[in-house]
């Protein structure tokens, strides 16, 4: 990814999956030609926040690093795409895919601490 992709859209409810597992997520329709997970930001009142972005099948999920807020839905927010981490993978069972988004998470910590 050689530049910044920003991405536009109205929250809409999920179905908690990441808010289960311990990564809450604020989400958007996304009808794009990205997928994968990424190194993000989200911006939200002016205020640029890191984050670890998840693009699946017409859904965009991100996970605002170091923040508790709410997002109400339909509000709309603004996510910059800054590097790509991996592919979509498969998961057999949840503790997988929780250690995974761990992993996720970490990567994109250490990327903004590397700035």
């Known amino acids: ?25 604020v989400n958007i329709v996304y009808k794009g030609d990205f997928e994968g997970v990424f190194v993000g930001e989200i911006i939200l009142e002016r205020k640029q926040m890191p984050a670890a972005v998840f693009i699946g099948k017409g859904l965009l999920e991100v996970y605002i690093l170091d923040w508790s807020g709410e997002i109400c839905e339909r509000e709309k927010i603004s996510v910059k795409l800054l590097k790509k981490i991996r592919d979509i993978k498969k998961f057999e069972n949840y503790e997988d895919l929780k250690s995974e988004i761990s992993k996720d998470v970490e990567f994109v910590k250490n990327w903004y601490n590397r700035m």
Request: no cysteine; charged share 30%.
């Open 1 to 25: 990814m050689s530049k910044e992709i920003l991405i536009e859209g109205e929250v809409v409810s999920g179905k908690k999956l990441g808010r289960n597992l311990g990564f809450p997520t």
